[in-house]
């Protein structure tokens, strides 16, 4: 059994498929159905009737109420029981537990915790996808067999670029280049500048790049589900390139995890870019990211598989497990004080000035 | 593990699949091989070798007796090692444990609790089966991951199917008439009329009803392993629509049993009708009811899945589930106490009477 | 959790298929990854990055040595650390664990004891195996789900020839032909010889034999991994057909097992014959071997799957368990005493002199 932060808001599905079907989910070890309501809003239940424990999301939408597909059973979206087919009298006082949701970056929140603590305005918010100046496109739900800390310390980790993601995210360059780390407020913030160095695959392929540029991975990380990787290049020769990224091609690479259970972990992905794209481009670039991803899923699988096979090897630590480490004692502590993370709407520009 | 009652007879297999070849089966958590010998007698052994523990089945039938395949150690149909290859001196007294059977509506019924208590003249009858005047079609073997009790609740629970056979065997109609249930001996009886509505969808079809029907469903569970679902419809319009049955559409659909082990059972299911079919129309009503039985078998298997995950899981009761309750408080007696059930042969007509 | 003889050389992979690529194997209950290092040695690893426990096998060949998939850490091919990128100062202690291997008949031996007795003249030769007089055809790598002790015991027992390899190997000719079994040094030998018979499948099809045959068997067993069977046929008459073997056609027929863990065995096998065969020949012997061989595995796999259903059932013994019986004695005593077993090349024509 995993250990999660209770009272915060995770990713569960993306919004455009929640729609006026029944849809199921998992998270945190349990089942959540989903719908949205005629009103528009997205109802969220525990996905589990009652009655029989059959899932109500095998059931059927009558109007904003789930009917149970065995008996009938009928729940309204806060999770009242309005019918019992076939039985006389009031209908008898049973619950289906829900859970409170909110809608922003395209995805589908929840709060499985306290509901009084349940306060929307803390669900993460990167300004700049809701800017004009900015480009969005939605990736996938990449399913992992991989704890959500495992998939965290990935995204804590810069340096794993040079050698997982050859093809598309990463080159040889820079492969010694140390990485920095540091807590700003919440906001684990791990990082690296690789400079005067050969555009990797992906911007060789999409920027005009003529010479060498510099480039930078700013890895944000908000405990305990959302990673935003702040990365791009630009033509070498700045004396503080940092205060130059805009005039480069810049990408915000958000990662919104969905902890499902012990052993798996969902990553809801999109890209955040300052250069515009057509559909074409943005399909090709989604692509070159399913490459890298998928890598990372293969690399976060084979260590799970073996980390349950040798329970008790200890592992060697070195210099990049800083932040990993750092990334694991903050969610302890978070877990064991049950104080809420404060995964509010932020500007990630100048985490590093 | 699961528990079962002890002496009683279980269906095992249909007679049309026991021919001159081993076939393996698995009842009661042990594996079982059958063959039917020159005499035209169901042979059913342990399926297993007492040298090495190879299955039986997996060896070669030579005359009457099993040759096991690894070594050719060979036992008769009672037993007895009656050859060990390559060995000197007498046989060894080497034996297989062997099981009483008997055949009666197309299945080879088998006994394994106490040998000098399995009487033939208990197994179960129908006696329209035999009956010129009826219309037999035999069903499948339908494997269900899920306990033989949970499919023994739905074999005792008319009211399911308004939910969850509305393309077959179901309509909306009737949603709301509470059913009714009686031990009658050891005969459960479950049973709702649902009058003066529009036929259901199978009997729209094969039936030449012009206007409304009363319709009726009776289920008689024997327990552990037999479920008689006497069911049909006819003209509304009748002061006691009980008696007369026999004047409309009448089906009995039988759904025999087989515990294969805690988390698996197997419906051998047919069904007996008062009005004629050919070939042809018999396999389109065995096609409705193999969609309407995969739609209780999804059900059942998703909650097998979801009590094998929430095992302390207190489940809400409403007013159907008192043939269920019933009649695991029948099975349980019968367990404790190990008294054999009476499933003899029987009429079923006049069950409401 | 089996027990293994620790101190001895196990065949591990095919020559042919150790490169200049990562490959990655199991025995003993341990990962190990392969490769062939410039100078054309075979280097062998546990298949474990120390850091985050990725397998090696998903990084790359950097030269000699073996770089991480996941952050480049690299491992020369005696196990130590020689680099961890984007980490200052001194490179740190970290080894990965090797194994001394050895190749011979075509195959890759592993050592995976205490390192000090690992002596390669104790890996086991066929001297046959480089005669320019007889022909040699490799086989194949057969994974078994059965643990190594039962493949073993399959390789102590001519009995079985005549109940499971019946259309390439075995005919009903000598089913009660018993057997006879000795220790001869380390080699536990079991024969028969069935004499004046029809020759079998294998040696119709492929010999020139016009009337019946003296066939024979010699299963030799050199714990805990090798087994050679020595068979063939030749005219019968002969006084003392054991005299004349050479001039018939004889097969040593090599199982070299890797034991994977404790329900899963490889069985490499080979073999090397005194009648010269051209490709196309020696392809259709190894496809009859093949069939012959999936039918052991097909045996044994059911047998391993009725023993762990049944852990408490007591088998029957027969005669023509004296072998078996004390092959597993031996290989006890072994793994009770950590006395190396002696496999070394030798002669196994006299075997019954």
Chains 1, 2, 3 share one sequence.
Not at 74 to 101: A, H, K, L, M, N
Not at 219 to 238: R, W
Not at 310 to 332: G, W
């Amino acid at each position: 059994m995993a250990e999660y932060v209770k009272n915060t808001w995770y990713p569960l599905a993306w919004s455009r498929d929640v729609t006026g079907e029944l849809s199921r989910h998992r998270i945190l070890e349990r089942d959540v159905v989903l719908y949205r309501t005629a009103g528009g809003k997205v109802a969220a239940m525990e996905d589990l009737c009652p009655h029989r424990l059959l899932p109500l999301s095998m059931g059927r939408l009558k109007g904003d109420a789930v009917e149970c597909g065995y008996h009938g059973m009928t729940f309204e979206s806060g999770g009242r029981c309005v019918r019992v087919p076939g039985q006389s009298g009031p209908v008898p006082d049973i619950r289906v537990t829900t859970y409170p949701t909110h809608e922003n970056m395209g995805l589908v929140w929840i709060w499985t915790g306290d509901r009084e603590l349940a306060d929307p305005d803390l669900v993460f918010d990167l300004p700049e996808y809701h800017s004009a100046a900015w480009n969005v496109a939605e990736g996938d739900a990449l399913r992992i067999e991989a704890d959500y800390l495992s998939l965290a310390d990935n995204l804590c980790d810069p340096a794993h670029v040079n050698f997982v993601h050859l093809s598309t995210l990463g080159n040889e360059a820079g492969e010694d280049v140390p990485v920095s780390t540091e807590l700003r407020g919440d906001d684990l913030v791990t990082w690296r500048w690789i400079n005067d160095a050969p555009a990797i695959p992906l911007f060789a392929k999409y920027g005009n790049f003529t010479g060498n540029v510099d480039r930078w991975h700013y890895y944000h990380y908000l405990a305990p589900s959302i990673a935003v990787i702040d990365f791009g290049s630009l033509d070498t020769g700045n004396v503080n390139p940092e205060d130059h990224r805009d005039e480069g091609m810049r990408i915000f690479a958000c990662h919104f995890i969905t902890p499902v259970d012990a052993h798996t972990s969902i990553d809801h992905w999109l890209h955040v870019k300052n250069f515009p794209a057509d559909e074409a481009t943005n399909k090709a670039l989604s692509d070159e990211f399913r490459i890298a991803f998928a890598e990372d899923k293969a690399i976060l699988e084979a260590i799970q598989i073996n980390e349950l096979a040798h329970p008790d090897r200890r592992k060697a630590r070195i210099a990049i497990d800083r932040a990993p480490i750092r990334m694991r004692r903050m969610v302890k502590q978070w877990i064991d004080k049950d104080v809420p993370p404060q995964q509010a709407p932020r500007v990630l520009d100048k985490v590093n000035a």
